[in-house]
């Protein structure tokens, strides 16, 4: 169950079960073992192919890199997503958002991972400047990628976020474009995924730290200056500033502890321009959150869903890995479970088999290809689900798949979600 409740309200919330990565986790006795952070890492897939040390931006005998991930797949017309990795606009690289962007990547996007100058070497405005000839970059070269030069978002967490958001808000404003390469394409996005960073630097946290906080504050280490001493660049660099009828799409993502209160009055600025806005916030989570597991998978379910609506991209039908079962495997797809069987076991009472409980409506439960769809009984448990099949099947090896017909694309309940976002409270 999913609530939207009123953003400028305390986050009073209601909590949806979601899936995570693995059938493991779902045996576990103590419900708080699934949300011990684990951090995500990058294992190889079939399904992605990866391009490293690809140069998107030159600066005189600087080169800036970014690394490719690229769907198997033949289409055409495919959207593509540019990853911004935080860290405080001082440290970090881009390998810290692999994980992330291969795993977009599986869902069909084009992603792009980037790394950009940091404050060590380049004060403001550096970094803009380099993510936006990372978009342009895309564009020059869309029909290599079998990319559509219209349908490019961006994803970037914490300081990331902040430059996602700029990159979206101010794509005309011509001192935060820069020269490094391919400046006759435009560096427009239809799309942007904040997770976790501030819009607003003229107030708020990052403008009390650059007050109070002298050479620990990232900020005036960033600028180079104090926000006093140059109001006028932290309001350049305010994401909020440039937020018009042109901005596209935003989606805000934060952990339930990182603070998902932040950019209300930049969400209700979009709002005031008609664009498209919600905040999701992820039980339990903290910064970084993002990168870790039980929210990773949460995470990009959601932003795949946004950036897929946003860029006008078909969802795959089945776009995560099975789950491994004893008796075969579970296939999570947009709107159902496909059970498909190896081997059927027997009990007591007949053929059965069990599921994990997913916190789903359930519809008609039925062997894919009868057409009369004869509906196999469901008898559910705390932890799972067990399916009874017809007298007639035979335990033994098996060739069978059950369809489990869901409302909305199947959660595991392993993880409280905590949603909220603008609209008035209602209940979906």
């Given at each position: 169950m999913r609530l939207r409740a009123t953003d400028g309200l305390c986050l009073a919330l209601a909590m949806l079960w979601l899936g995570v990565h693995s059938a493991s986790s779902l045996a576990q006795s103590d419900p708080n073992d699934s949300l011990k952070p684990r951090r995500v890492s990058l294992e190889p897939r079939d399904d992605v192919e990866q391009q490293t040390d690809v140069v998107y931006a030159a600066y005189g005998e600087r080169q800036v890199k970014l690394d490719l991930f690229l769907p198997r797949n033949e289409e055409t017309g495919r959207s593509a997503v540019?990853?911004?990795h935080g860290g405080g606009w001082l440290q970090g690289d881009r390998t810290r958002f692999h994980a992330l962007a291969q795993a977009l990547a599986a869902r069909g996007f084009v992603t792009a991972a980037i790394e950009y100058r940091l404050g060590g070497e380049a004060r403001f405005p550096a970094a803009i400047h380099d993510c936006n000839a990372a978009v342009r970059w895309l564009r020059a070269n869309a029909e290599r990628l079998r990319v559509d030069p219209q349908k490019i978002g961006a994803v970037g967490g914490s300081a990331g976020g902040h430059l996602v958001a700029l990159m979206a808000a101010a794509p005309q404003v011509a001192s935060l474009q820069g020269d490094g390469g391919n400046v006759d394409q435009s560096s427009a996005l239809q799309a942007a995924v904040v997770m976790a960073g501030p819009l607003e630097l003229t107030t708020g946290s990052v403008a009390e730290r650059s007050r109070t906080g002298g050479d620990s504050s990232n900020a005036n280490r960033w600028f180079g200056k104090t926000i006093d001493e140059a109001p006028e660049l932290y309001e350049l660099a305010s994401p909020y500033t440039h937020l018009s009828e042109r901005t596209p799409p935003m989606l805000f993502m934060a952990g339930e502890f990182d603070q998902p209160q932040r950019n209300v009055a930049s969400r209700d600025r979009l709002?005031?321009?008609?664009?498209?806005?919600?905040?999701?916030?992820?039980?339990?989570?903290?910064?970084?959150?993002?990168?870790?597991?039980?929210?990773?998978?949460?995470?990009?379910?959601?932003?795949?869903?946004?950036?897929?609506e946003a860029l006008k991209k078909s969802p795959r039908?089945?776009?995560t890995r099975p789950?491994?079962?004893?008796?075969?495997?579970l296939h999570r797809l947009a709107d159902r479970l496909e059970l498909r069987l190896a081997s059927l076991p027997e009990s007591a009472s007949g053929v059965s088999i069990n599921v994990p409980r997913f916190n789903n409506p359930v519809g008609p439960i039925f062997i894919k290809g009868d057409e009369s769809k004869k509906p196999l009984t469901l008898k559910p448990g705390l932890t799972d689900w067990t399916?009874?099949?017809?007298?007639?099947?035979?335990?033994?090896?098996?060739?069978?798949?059950?369809?489990?017909?869901?409302v909305g694309r199947p959660y595991l309940p392993t993880l409280p979600r905590i949603v909220s976002s603008a609209a008035e409270a209602t209940l979906l």
């Open positions: 540019v990853v911004v709002r005031s321009f008609k664009v498209k806005t919600d905040v999701f916030a992820y039980a339990d989570g903290k910064h970084g959150c993002w990168n870790q597991h039980p929210w990773f998978e949460p995470m990009v379910d959601d932003m795949d869903a946004f950036l897929s039908a089945d776009d789950l491994a079962m004893p008796w075969g495997e399916i009874e099949l017809p007298k007639s099947v035979a335990a033994g090896e098996s060739d069978m798949t059950i369809v489990v017909e869901t």
